[in-house]
Every structure is written in C-alpha cells, then in structure tokens.
C-alpha cells in the first residue's frame, strides 16, 4: 500500500471531496502569501473525512461507496478503516496513559501492562510509547495505511494524555475523548491529503502552515460531537469514541 507521503487516497466520493476541499483551501493559503490574509479552513470541509470511516457490516461513503464493500475484505487498494477498530485501539491507547497517569495498577493489568514497568520506561519516552502501542494495536504492523493511522493516533493520544492537564490535575474524561477523535479525523486526512499537499506545488510554509490548520480545524470538528462519557475505563472510552464518530458521520450523510 506504500506510505502515507506516496498515499493518493482511497478513490471514494468521501476521499475525492476531501482532497477537493483540502487542495482548493490550501492553494488559497498559499496564493495569499506568508502574513497575508487569513484563509481558516472551515470545520464543515473536513466532514468527509468522516465517511472515510465504515459502521460495523457497513460501507464507507454509504451505500455503495465503500473500496472494500459490506464484509471488510481487501478488495481494492485503498485505506479500508472502521469505526469499530479505530475507535477500539485509539481508546485503549487513551485509557491506559489514564491509567498510567493516574495511577490506576488494575486497569493497566487489564490491558496487559505492569506500572512498574512503564515507570521504569517512563525516562525514555519512544519506550514507554511503543509499550502503550502495542497494547492497543499489537506487538506489530500490518503495513497497511489504516493501521499506520491506528499506530499514530495510539502514540499521539497517549503522549497528550501524558502531557495535558496540570502535574496534579490530569484532562477529563470527555477531553479525553474528543483529542481521541480529533486525532482520528485528523491521521485520516493527513493520509488522504498527503500526496495532493505534498506534491511540491506550494511553498514549504503553506503546507506547514497548513498542516496546523488541519489538526486545530480537526479538534473543532470533534469539538462538535455529542458525547456521553461517564468515566476513563476502556470500555467508557472506546464507546465514546464509536458514538462520536459514528453520530458525526450520521450528520455528514443527512441530505
């Protein structure tokens, strides 16, 4: 499947309107020029990004749209993600830096991890980030782009749930939940995207810049989502997820 920087995207309506919106708002940012005015990418132009994502038993773009149909089987070449399976390692991956940060011995014991342990790795941060990886998408990597994706998003969610908050205070469930899904939406643009934004037809700062944009744009988009969460434990969490995205995408494909 190559690399996310070779990706061209999966070929479904959904992927086209993105990289649509994503290119025409980028060549607007770069045809203003650094300091010029200002071209916000707008939340509603990355709501395709949310079909890129099938239910369970279900295609991708809706009925018909999907590069790998109903039963999940690899048939085409494109990324074939699933809200279920995102949602699942991203969640795990959010619930055990919780744990990790909060102390809580038990829950990382569920999800096959030993406190000592990462306090140990807790000096060498590619370490302890590679342990809570592979408890949330196993020991190695498929090759494929959505597992790519999975893999960042685990690595990206458990250094924020790390890091956020204050010393004595850790980030709240529900903030938990939405950075998970901001970084979702935001590891499926960028792979969908990267060809088209790095393809050397603008200058270096536009696609910096952009890039930026795409991750502050992604947050306000998941800041939209109707949540229900009541607590940090994998299964709170991994739920969540799964009914932000799958609510949001619900939106996107309303008439």
């Not at 809706?62 to 991203?90: C, E, L």
């Not at 370490?127 to 990597?141: K, Y």
């Not at 009541?230 to 008439?255: H, L, N, Q």
Request: proline residues 6%; negative net charge; contains cysteine.
């Amino acid at each position: 499947m190559g690399t996310k920087g070779s990706y061209t995207g999966n070929g479904t309506p959904a992927s086209k309107q993105l990289q649509h919106n994503v290119t025409q708002w980028l060549n607007a940012l770069a045809g203003s020029g650094p300091g010029g005015p200002p071209h916000n990418l707008n939340p509603d132009q990355l709501m395709p990004a949310l079909g890129l994502f099938r239910p369970s038993g279900g295609h991708a773009d809706g009925p018909g749209g999907g590069a790998g149909g109903a039963g999940g089987g690899r048939t085409g070449g494109g990324a074939q993600r699933t809200i279920t399976q995102s949602s699942r390692t991203a969640g795990r991956a959010a619930a055990a830096a919780y744990a990790y940060r909060t102390g809580d011995v038990q829950a990382l014991q569920e999800l096959g991890l030993n406190y000592a342990e990462l306090r140990a790795a807790a000096g060498d941060p590619i370490d302890w980030t590679r342990r809570i990886v592979e408890a949330a998408c196993g020991p190695l990597s498929d090759g494929t782009i959505e597992d790519q994706e999975r893999r960042f998003v685990a690595s990206e969610v458990a250094q924020w749930v790390l890091e956020a908050g204050t010393d004595s205070t850790p980030p709240s469930s529900e903030e938990v939940v939405r950075e998970t899904l901001a970084l979702i939406i935001f590891e499926a643009v960028i792979s969908e995207t990267a060809a088209k934004m790095n393809d050397g037809s603008r200058p270096a700062w536009a696609t910096a810049d952009g890039e930026r944009q795409l991750r502050e744009t992604a947050r306000a988009l998941a800041g939209r989502a109707s949540l229900t969460i009541t607590g940090p434990s994998t299964a709170e969490i991994t739920r969540a997820v799964e009914e932000g995205i799958d609510a949001m995408r619900s939106i996107w494909m309303e008439p």
